[in-house]
């Protein structure tokens, strides 16, 4: 009786523990926002090729993986490499938000024309966010823009570029932030004063590192 037991129990066990899945868009879920309210930590949305005319919002999430399902390659330490069409081709037309958010991952898509916002908090920071081979472009204000708590951020071989203010903000109190091998030309397209990169005066720890930064209105690299 006591083995009929523990084997009962094992079964139990083995039922409550969910492997991380792929959840495909549109196939699975009809928008990028239903699958992210679905999705549990270690899931993967795969989106495919697509104008998506809805804005997306990740909020309290954990381990999450947002990424186009489009082919390409890449050589190693190429900067700006010529991949756009590709990423073109899944295409976010509303806003991105990342809110109180860790471990989340963005990849292989384009936001235009809304850009992106990320925002952490004291008691929920944004940590451990990756964008990877993401096109932010045209956006009407800023591309890309940090604020409120957040760390240990990486921007790695991404297009933000033509957009209306400055192309990257890192605003309010950020610590360990890697921009590298990225293009980010031609922003301010709107605002004179717009520029490539802006860090804000209580950020830390900015790597920025073999950009391409070509064209922005007033400054590549401006501290404010």
Known sequence: MRALTLGLGCVVLLGVLALPATLRVPADYATIQAAVDAAAPGDVILVAPGIYEEAVTVNRKSDLTIKGDVSFTTEEGECCPDIWDEVGKVVIKGPFRILDSTKITVEALTVSPHGVYARGSTASPVEDVIFRYVQIITSYKDGLVFVGI??????????????????????????????????????GRTRPTGVGIRIGPHVKNVVIRANCLVGNAFAAIHPG
Do not use: A, P
Request: with cysteine; net charge negative; proline share 0%.
């Open 150 to 187: 957040y760390k240990d951020i990486e921007i790695l071989g991404c297009n933000i570029s033509e957009n209306g203010w400055d192309g990257i903000q890192l605003k309010d109190w950020g610590d360990g932030v890697l921009i590298d091998h990225c293009c980010i030309n031609h922003n």
